[in-house]
């Protein structure tokens, strides 16, 4: 299934202005590979047909599966393991041994897709740092997919998902299986607050955060939309805090206050005050 160069302009501003994620010409068969399943879902001919059902109804059903399909991006456990072995080998042991005992932690996964980033951050709490049953212990999840949001809550992964980058042990240990489905056990799940944001838009009253992952995602939106975003991390950031970026993302050209750290697997950013 293809698009005209005139439905694409269309599908790039119609997803620009409910998103902020910006789809050059380059996007195009991006952008045709992400909405040809929604031909079949929804009994359509052709994308030519998505894009006349959207014109006459922008806040349909469709319209929000559109941008439910051009958001959704790629996740799997564990991604690039390194950012993982610098949270549990290095970041979390800091963290802890300067709280104390009893005290609080609170990690934001910011563009969590189907959830399987923040569930591995719940796993190497659990594995790891048991001492911590002791404390306010808070996993925020959240992402602009109304269907991501749906799926994180559930915890809720096929085959093919529990294949990607998650250990047969952690997935005997934290799962429970279901036919062909695998169900995060409820221990997991407890510490889990999931709900829907569109970084690029204002933002409601957040917690300050000692774990921000905010991985993958900005490589999407334009310089400014990106200095926006970084700069409220910054006010929500502990100023001992984390923050982990994507492997091909970084701070180089926009203002912010954030300064990389090298970190013995990864690197990593704090604030400038830290």
């Known amino acids: 299934m293809t698009l005209s160069q005139a439905d694409f ?16 010409n380059d996007k195009m ?29 922008p806040k349909s059903k469709l319209s929000n599966s559109v941008v439910d399909a051009v958001t959704t991006n790629e996740t799997y456990f564990f991604r690039d393991v390194k950012p993982f072995d610098e949270l549990g080998k290095e970041i979390l042991p800091r963290i802890v041994a300067r709280k104390g005992p009893n005290s609080s932690l609170n990690v934001w996964s910011a563009a969590c897709s189907s ?10 709490l659990e594995d790891s740092f048991p001492h911590l049953k002791n404390w306010s212990v808070k996993l925020y999840a959240s992402d602009i997919s ?9 915890g809720v992964f096929n ?15 934290h799962f429970n299986r279901k ?77 912010t206050c954030l300064v990389r750290e090298s970190g013995r697997y990864c690197p990593w950013y704090r604030t400038l005050n830290s």
């Open 179 to 255: 036919g062909e489905s695998f169900y995060v056990k409820e221990y997991l799940k407890s510490r889990l607050q999931v709900f829907p944001l569109n970084l690029a838009s204002p933002w409601p009253p957040l917690p300050s955060f000692d774990i921000i992952f905010l991985r993958n995602v900005l490589i999407y939106f334009d310089p400014s939309t990106k200095q926006g975003i970084l700069q409220r991390v910054e006010r929500v950031l502990d100023k001992e805090g984390a923050l982990f970026l994507g492997g091909s993302e970084s701070t180089l050209g926009l203002k």
């Open 9 to 24: 302009e269309y599908l790039a501003r119609f997803v620009l202005e409910k998103s902020s994620i910006s789809l050059g």
């Open 115 to 124: 959830g399987q980033e923040i569930y591995s951050v719940a796993m190497i």
């Open 146 to 154: 109304s269907a991501m949001i749906e799926r994180t809550k559930a």
């Open 29 to 57: 068969y991006l952008l045709e590979s992400r909405l040809a399943p929604l031909c079949r879902q929804y009994g359509i001919d052709n994308l030519s047909e998505i894009v006349a059902s959207i014109r006459q109804n």
């Open 159 to 173: 085959q093919f998902e529990v294949s990607r980058g998650l250990p047969a042990s952690l997935l005997i240990k």
